[in-house]
């Protein structure tokens, strides 16, 4: 069992920045692929960005939706089990619930099915 708190949402200018945390309980995080998805009103929840698990024999991968890429980073810290979303740049229509996701196969998926165990959400609003 994985359980996910988010962290770090708020209000922002339009062009501002925010940095999301997620932090996981478990002791085997560096193993699992994690994403980031948002839900904006009346809409589905979307992927946003996804990595991979940690190796000692293979790269991380990032993976990112084209409507964030260059703007947003995902990254992750094994040590504090902790998943980052940096959010550069930020749009009015990149306002949304921004939820986490632990996915125990590990590759990092842009499908919400494939996803575990999810977070409660946190909310980040960008006024224009």
């Known amino acids: 069992q994985v359980q996910l708190v988010e962290s770090g949402g708020g209000l922002v200018q339009a062009g501002g920045s925010l940095r999301l945390s997620c932090a996981a309980s478990?002791?085997?995080?560096?193993?699992?692929?994690m994403g980031w998805f948002r839900q904006a009103p009346g809409k589905e929840r979307e992927f946003v960005a996804a990595?991979?698990?940690?190796?000692?024999?293979?790269?991380?991968?990032?993976y990112y939706a084209d409507s964030v890429k260059g703007r947003f980073t995902i990254s992750r810290d094994n040590a504090k089990n902790t998943v980052y979303l940096k959010m550069n740049s930020l749009k009015p229509e990149d306002t949304a619930v921004y939820y986490c996701?632990?996915?125990?196969?590990?590759?990092?998926?842009?499908?919400?099915?494939?996803?575990?165990?999810w977070g409660q959400g946190t909310q980040v609003t960008v006024s224009s």
């Open positions: 990595i991979s698990w940690t190796s000692s024999w293979s790269d991380t991968n990032t």
């Open positions: 478990g002791r085997t995080f560096s193993s699992y692929g």
């Open positions: 996701a632990a996915d125990h196969r590990g590759s990092g998926s842009r499908r919400r099915d494939e996803y575990d165990y």
